[in-house]
Structures are given as structure tokens and as C-alpha cells.
């Protein structure tokens, strides 16, 4: 083998473990992965019940039910499509019904997400980037929301 040859070899062997090693860092990754999904794009891509996600959209008006001690059900809507929540625990100080969410969790059998966390805006004129492009793409977004939301009607 010539000198060449063995330079090629290391190259394409290096190039190869390299492949290797990014493949592997990726594959071990995506379990940790989550995406975030408006209520109708749940029933568009049929998500499967146990698969993690973030959930945003709006908190339906009237839809905010306060069980026994922690327990807490509401309906997150992106005014297409519903999807009935269930959270266990203590809510952020400024979630309330109009307002954008984005929830953590898993859809159970029955098509209930199940959210390990809420996430809620953090002023009056806040609403995360991910609900507001859903709202948008839905058509749901007005002129008046994006001035709120960047300041410009300030």
C-alpha cells in the first residue's frame, strides 16, 4: 500500500467514525426530544397515547375545573379543535382562562393529556412564540395580537 492509499484509508476510516459518533449521539438524543403540537395538529398526526409532547394553545374559556387538593382539569384550545388537560400540582401564579399555555406531558388512553408541567405567560401581552406561529398558521392571529406581543402598540 502506498503512502496515498494509507492517507485515503485514514481519511475515509476517520470520516467513517465520526459518521459513527454523531449517529449514535443523535439516536440517543431523541428520547429526549420533545415536540410541541396545537390541539389540531394531535388529531392530524394521530399522535399515539404515552408519547411525550408539549401541548400549546389557549385556555378555553370556562373550561378550568379545580379538584380535590392539586388536581386540576382544563381544555386547551386552538379555536379549531379541544384537547381536555389534566395536571396534578401547583399552577404558575399567572395561568388563567384566555391565556396562551404550553403543557408537558402524554396523551392517556382515553385522548386526556396528562401534563407534568405548565407553562404560562409572564405578562399581560405574552404568548409563546409556538402558540402565536400555531394561531397564525390556523388563521386565529390578528393585527391587534402581534402589536400586543412585539410592543408596538405600547
Do not use: C
Request: no cysteine; net charge positive.
Amino acid at each position: 500500500m502506498t503512502r496515498k492509499q494509507r492517507r485515503s484509508a485514514m481519511i475515509f476510516t476517520g470520516l467513517g467514525v465520526l459518521g459513527v459518533a454523531i449517529g449514535l449521539v443523535l439516536w440517543g438524543l431523541s428520547g429526549n426530544i420533545t415536540f410541541f403540537y396545537s390541539p389540531s395538529d394531535i388529531a392530524e398526526q394521530h399522535v399515539k397515547p404515552g408519547q411525550r409532547f408539549r401541548l400549546g394553545g389557549l385556555v378555553e374559556e370556562g373550561s378550568l375545573v379545580r379538584g380535590k387538593s392539586t388536581l386540576i382539569k382544563f381544555r386547551v384550545t386552538d379555536h379549531a379543535r379541544e384537547v381536555p388537560v389534566v395536571f396534578e400540582g401547583v399552577l404558575p401564579d399567572l395561568f388563567r382562562e384566555g391565556q396562551g399555555v404550553v403543557a408537558e406531558g402524554a396523551l392517556n388512553a382515553q385522548g386526556v393529556f396528562v401534563a407534568d408541567s405548565v407553562l404560562a405567560k409572564h405578562d399581560e401581552n405574552y404568548m409563546p412564540p409556538e402558540v402565536a406561529a400555531s394561531l397564525k398558521k390556523k388563521g386565529m392571529w390578528t393585527k391587534k395580537d402581534t402589536e400586543a406581543v412585539s410592543g408596538a402598540g405600547s
